[in-house]
């Protein structure tokens, strides 16, 4: 078997539609440089992993691939288009209802559960199957995931003055409680005797792996893969914020010596 290019148009277009949004919102590249390398990353692995070939295995052949792309539109790309936000496009998408939206689904305890519902729900064995074989449900759901990740990740990130990022602790604790709920559904698939996903039995094994044990490395993929992406996070926080009270440590012990 071997796998022919499909391009995804829809993804094509998804993709030109924020390059567009990006370069063209407004004409001060001091405002775009610093922001573009975080932009463009995010919109490099949401493209990759969404579009031939790897959707394709995904999609047809392996769930544990699936579990893959899973995992970088939740938590890999939306981190990484959220900082690449600059302040035109913010205030472009400013719009008050927006804002009066977000200030709701942003807020820690909505965002968490928001998140965690449709990742549990995303794994349901009805929703699989039928995203695995309908092209433009698969495409909903994953526009859907995408939307709640990004808003899962808003506590975190920030928006504007009016969506303000949580504390360095707040954040830490958040993160924490994040990553263990999904667990829960990972565990189920890890550690599974049967195949849950009937769109994945029978089909053509071109990887010469079992269903079963594609499935088992699927929930291993999103129960250490996902742990590993929010710890890192999580470090990531704790030292800016080590360095920040370090430093600010240094400045109250100089003007007290003084």
């Given at each position: 078997?071997?796998l022919e290019w ?10 030109i539609s924020l ?6 919102t407004t004409d001060n ?6 922001k573009r390398k ?8 949401l493209?990759?992993f969404?579009?031939?070939?790897i ?6 052949y392996?769930?544990s691939v699936?579990s ?7 938590l ?7 900082l690449g936000?600059?302040?035109s496009q ?5 719009i008050k209802?927006?804002i009066n ?11 968490f559960?928001l ?5 549990v729900?995303m ?9 695995v ?10 526009s ?6 990004l808003n899962?990740?808003?506590p975190v990130i ?6 303000k990022?949580?504390?360095s602790?707040a ?10 709920l999904p667990?829960?559904?990972a ?11 009937s769109a994945y039995?029978g089909?053509?094994n ?7 044990n ?5 929930g291993l ?6 742990g590993?992406?929010l710890?890192v996070s ?15 440590d240094?400045?109250v012990r100089?003007?007290s010596?003084?």
């Amino acid at each position: 078997m071997i796998l022919e290019w499909h391009p995804h148009f829809d993804v094509w277009a998804l993709i030109i539609s924020l390059v567009i949004f990006f370069e063209y919102t407004t004409d001060n590249n001091e405002l775009k440089k610093p922001k573009r390398k975080f932009w463009y990353s995010g919109l490099f692995i949401l493209w990759l992993f969404t579009d031939w070939p790897i959707h394709d295995i995904g999609e047809k052949y392996l769930f544990s691939v699936h579990s893959v792309e899973h995992l970088v539109l939740a938590l890999v790309s939306p981190p990484l288009l959220l900082l690449g936000l600059h302040s035109s496009q913010k205030k472009l998408i400013s719009i008050k209802p927006f804002i009066n939206l977000l200030k709701i689904t942003s807020k820690p305890v909505v965002a968490f559960f928001l998140f965690n519902f449709v990742m549990v729900g995303m794994h349901w064995s009805t929703v699989v199957n039928l995203m695995v074989t309908n092209n433009i449900f698969h495409f909903f759901v994953h526009s859907i995931m995408l939307l709640v990740s990004l808003n899962m990740w808003v506590p975190v990130i920030g928006f504007s003055d009016e969506v303000k990022r949580l504390s360095s602790a707040a954040s830490i604790g958040y993160l924490f409680l994040q990553s263990l709920l999904p667990t829960v559904p990972a565990s189920f698939l890890a550690f599974g005797t049967e195949p849950l996903y009937s769109a994945y039995v029978g089909i053509d094994n071109i990887f010469n792996i079992s269903t079963l044990n594609d499935q088992v490395l699927g929930g291993l993929i999103l129960k250490l893969g996902g742990g590993v992406i929010l710890w890192v996070s999580i470090l990531t926080i704790w030292m800016r914020w080590y360095k920040t009270e370090k430093t600010f440590d240094d400045v109250v012990r100089n003007v007290s010596s003084d």
